[in-house]
Every structure is written in structure tokens, then in C-alpha cells.
């Protein structure tokens, strides 16, 4: 027969036993969230890399180039009319970033606390149209487009995208997670329903307002195939669409300067999320509690 076990042995042993278990699991998770981080940021390291290395270094030899250089910057500029595309792309993402936030903003509003008849009808209606694919109403689009006329222009380029039903759905969750008992307080002060739209309404949920103003921003500079349909004239040329003539000139057909072409493009959303990112976390948060 053994002996007994020493008392109070056994709550140590759970004790170490319990910190290993959590200490494993923080460990896999910290791996798990490296190798992520590893997937979605290699890429944009290698591009950089590529954008840096010499005219005569390989692509293709090692990973870190021998003498970095931005060479390939000041030749991207010379190659083709970089800031002439990103002044045009910068246009039609400010006037995507306005629209969207008053329109969205607006809509929003409407659907979280306005009661009038068929409000369910269209707020069902416009989650139906978040199944459709941007590709299976670009045909109607365009010709919409064409019909008004707006063909080859910045504007058309923009109609689109005006407003996004998904950024109204944002807005309206961040509007419902505020209480009723504020909007019932500013009534009883006498506010119109404009003044508590702004006054009381937008400066609640100015994290969902960066969220859209981020998401436009980023839909309206990384577009290419909406531009590709209407725009034909290389002087409205967006910037998206002017990195496909860079890649597909025969005399420019170099890979440091398309990785160079594509980091300059990069560059000014990097620099916009940096600046938006406590907003937009706090906007995501904000709009996950309703829907």
C-alpha cells in the first residue's frame, strides 16, 4: 500500500499543470497570429524590396538587395504621368469620401429612427442588393452612365460609388447602439429633428463614421476595372489603371519599377489608416452591435 500524499501536494501540482496549459495556448496563439501576420505583410515587404534593388541586381537573387536604392521611384515618375493619375484618383476618392459619409450618414439615420411606413420594406430590399455582384450590374451601369452622358469622365467614375448600402448599414448600427433616452431628452429640449441628426446623432458614432470614410477612400483608390469600362482618354486616367500601362509598356517592362509604381500607390493608404486607425477600430466595434 502507498503511502498517503503530502497534504496540500495536490493544489500545487493543479496549479503548475493549469499555468503550462496557459501557457501553451498563449504561445500558439502568439504563433498563430506571427504566421498571419507573416502571409498578409510578405507581399508588401517583397514588393518593397523589389521597388529598391538596382538595375543590374536580379530580382530574383536573395531577399535583401545589395546596394537599395529609389532610383526606381524618380523613374516611375519619368515613365508615365504618375501624379497627373494620382491627382485624378485623389478626385474621384474625395468626392467618394463626401458622398458616402453625408449620404450613408443620412440613410442611416433614417433606417435607425425615423418611423414611416415601409421603412422594414427598404431596409430588406437593401441588404437583397448586398448579393449581387458588382459584376452582374456593371453592364446596366454603364449604359446608365452612357445615357447621361458621363462617359470618359471623372464624374462617371464616381456616380457609382456615391454611396455604398453597406456603409448605410454601419452608420445604422451605430446609430441604433445609441440609447432612446438621449434622443427623448433632446426632444424634451426642443431640438428639430436636423439638430439632433447633428448635433446629438453624428458626434455619437464618429467611429463609424471613419470606418466609412476609410472604406470609400480605399474602394474609390484601389478601383481598376470600373475605370477600365468608362474611362478611354489616358488623361483621366485613374491610378490603378495607369499602373496597367506602366506593366504592359514594352519599353518599361521592368519589374523593380511596377513594384516601385505599385508602392506609390500604396503609400497614401497606408499613411490614411495609420492616421484613422483608433476611429476605425472603435467604428468596427460600434457597428458589430447592431445590425
Known amino acids: 500500500m ?20 496557459r501557457w501553451t495556448g498563449r504561445t ?47 523613374r516611375v515618375a519619368e515613365s508615365f504621368p504618375l501624379l497627373q493619375y494620382a491627382g485624378n484618383t485623389l478626385v474621384v476618392a474625395a468626392l467618394a469620401v ?20 415601409g421603412r422594414t420594406a427598404v431596409f ?3 441588404v437583397a442588393t448586398l448579393m449581387f455582384p458588382f459584376e452582374s450590374v456593371m453592364i446596366s451601369m454603364f449604359l446608365t452612365v452612357r445615357d447621361m452622358g458621363l462617359v470618359d469622365t471623372l464624374i462617371g467614375v464616381w456616380l457609382p460609388g456615391a454611396v455604398s ?7 445604422r448600427a451605430a446609430f441604433l447602439a445609441l440609447p432612446k433616452e438621449v434622443e427623448e431628452a433632446a426632444v ?30 480605399m474602394g474609390a483608390w484601389d478601383d481598376f476595372l470600373w475605370p477600365l469600362l468608362v474611362l478611354t482618354d489616358s488623361d483621366h486616367y485613374t491610378l490603378q489603371l495607369g499602373l496597367k500601362t506602366l506593366a504592359g ?8 519599377l511596377i513594384a516601385a509604381g505599385a508602392m506609390a500607390a500604396l503609400i497614401p493608404m497606408m499613411l490614411l489608416f495609420f492616421a484613422l486607425q483608433r476611429f476605425f477600430f472603435k467604428g468596427v466595434g460600434d457597428g458589430a452591435v447592431k445590425i
Open 249 to 256: 509598356a514594352t519599353t518599361v517592362n521592368d519589374q523593380r
Open 98 to 117: 463626401t458622398s458616402n459619409a453625408l449620404f450613408a450618414a443620412m440613410g442611416g439615420y433614417a433606417l435607425s429612427r425615423a418611423a414611416w411606413r
Open 28 to 74: 500558439g496563439r502568439y504563433a498563430t497570429l506571427l504566421l498571419v501576420l507573416a502571409v498578409m505583410l510578405g507581399p508588401i515587404v517583397w514588393q518593397f524590396l523589389t521597388s529598391i534593388r538596382g538595375r543590374t541586381e536580379n530580382v530574383y537573387d536573395g531577399v535583401l538587395p545589395s546596394r537599395p536604392t529609389l532610383d526606381n521611384y524618380v
Open 124 to 126: 430588406t430590399v437593401l
Open 165 to 171: 448600402v453597406l456603409n448605410i448599414m454601419v452608420m
Open 2 to 21: 502507498s503511502a498517503p500524499s503530502p497534504p496540500g501536494s495536490g493544489e500545487p501540482r493543479r496549479a503548475r499543470a493549469d499555468r503550462r496549459r
Open 188 to 217: 424634451l429640449d426642443g431640438a428639430t429633428e436636423w439638430t439632433r441628426f447633428t448635433r446629438v446623432f453624428l458626434p455619437s458614432a464618429k467611429g463609424a463614421l471613419a470606418v466609412v470614410c476609410l472604406t470609400s477612400f
